[in-house]
């Protein structure tokens, strides 16, 4: 854990405005809406924890939306990574029903994940899983 995980901080827009303060990023999570102490016109939502720069980084529902991401410290399950892309069903969370997508083994035992519908509120560091129909293939984490 970063020791900043309970330090206060910063709230900020993703246009740069600051909107209030934090008691700690451990408090937050990718999607939240309530129990961020922010007044706004509209409804915001955390798109970013920066545990580097201490801030919670927030933005409407729309910027939540993200068609692609990167898996890291991928396993195999009776299986080598394919060549080039493939189709698989992938699930970002677990309650989350599985969605279509292309997967392309990189560098470094890390896969490009790209939905053919975009996903809301990718979030790093969370487990992703891929199957053929019912069939486990692999996972890893999302970076």
């Known amino acids: 854990k970063n020791g900043k995980s309970f330090e206060s901080g910063k709230i900020v827009h993703e246009d740069g405005t600051v909107l209030g303060e934090h008691k700690g990023t451990a408090l937050f999570t990718i999607g939240q809406r309530k129990g961020m102490g922010i007044s706004y016109p509209t409804?915001?939502?955390?798109?970013?924890?920066?545990?580097?720069?201490?801030?919670?980084?927030?933005?409407?529902?729309?910027?939540?939306?993200?068609?692609?991401?990167?898996?890291?410290?991928?396993?195999?399950?009776?299986?080598?990574?394919?060549?080039g892309s493939f189709s698989a069903d992938v699930k970002i969370r677990y309650l989350?029903?599985?969605s279509s997508a292309k997967l392309e083994c990189i560098l470094d035992n890390r896969v490009k994940i790209t939905f053919d519908e975009q996903q809301r509120a990718i979030t790093p560091g969370q487990s992703v899983v891929f199957y053929d129909n019912d069939i486990l293939l692999g996972g890893g984490v999302i970076a």
């Open 96 to 98: 989350h029903p599985p």
């Open 43 to 83: 409804p915001l939502y955390v798109k970013e924890i920066n545990t580097k720069t201490n801030q919670v980084i927030v933005s409407d529902n729309d910027s939540l939306f993200s068609s692609e991401l990167i898996a890291e410290n991928v396993n195999w399950v009776g299986m080598e990574p394919k060549e």
